[in-house]
């Protein structure tokens, strides 16, 4: 095992997806964790997840040369006093022709090269691919932590439109046992919406919630990810019913087909 390796405490395979994303493994040592990979969703996840924050952060770092440089670089080259060759030392021998000597001259005295220290590159090396790392895990942090704020935000929401005292429930659910459920709130101007048993649409696309109104245009509520409650906003009570449409990922400004499940207000206080 590298001393990379040991320095990160590898005796778990799932705590090489960094150094991985980052080719940081021996040979022997990338060749078992793609074997792990292979088996593993989490790591694969990860691993995915942790290069392109690679390239994130070499991206955010990374800025174009002024387009003025050269030309300075030039003009200072051609201003900048060049320093004299060094004097020959005192008492050395100079370096003559052969036919002067009668022979070849001397040889020149050889300087034995400084030995380098073997373990500094290797030290700095480590130091900075720990570095890396840790930024990669301040970012995977960072990134779980928004989501956990997101989620903890949507909990806020959802407890308030339930906690209204008008707060009322409706649901609709077709033959094949698909459903939608609403609690909404009029006074608030809420809803909590949930969709059951229709999966996610196929080619990258996304069900979309939208607000039916009489002589209006539908408006869209949000998008919804599979069974998560959506909290929509901003409902009058003019409104009539909720309509899903499924729309091209990121969703539409219009629906661009018909609703595959749409549901009355009438029920929860809206519809006036």
Partial sequence: MSVLGRLLGRGDPHSLAA????????????????????????????VRALSEDAVRLAWSTAAPAPAALRARVMAAVRTTPQEPAPAPARGRARRLPPHVWGTQPPPARTRTPRARPLFVPLATATAAAALVVASLFAVQAQRTQGRLDAERDRSREIAHVLAAADARAASSEDARGRSIGVIASASE????VTLSGYGTPSGGRVHQLWLMRPRAQPR??????????????????????????????????QPTGQPVVQLTLKTVGFGE
């Avoid at 150094?19 to 990860?46: I, M, N, Q, S, V």
């Avoid at 101007?189 to 909590?192: I, L, Q, S, T």
């Avoid at 449409?245 to 990121?250: A, I, K, L, R, S």
């Fill in 189 to 192: 101007g809420r809803a909590v």
């Fill in 220 to 253: 869209s509520l949000g998008l919804l990810a599979g069974d998560t409650p959506l909290v929509a906003k901003g409902l009058d009570k003019s409104a009539t019913s909720l309509a899903v449409t499924v729309e091209p990922d990121g969703g539409s400004a």
């Fill in 19 to 46: 150094p991985y994303a980052l080719d940081a493994l021996e040979p022997g040592e990338r060749r078992r964790f793609e074997k792990h990979l292979g088996d593993c969703d989490r790591c694969t996840g990860e």
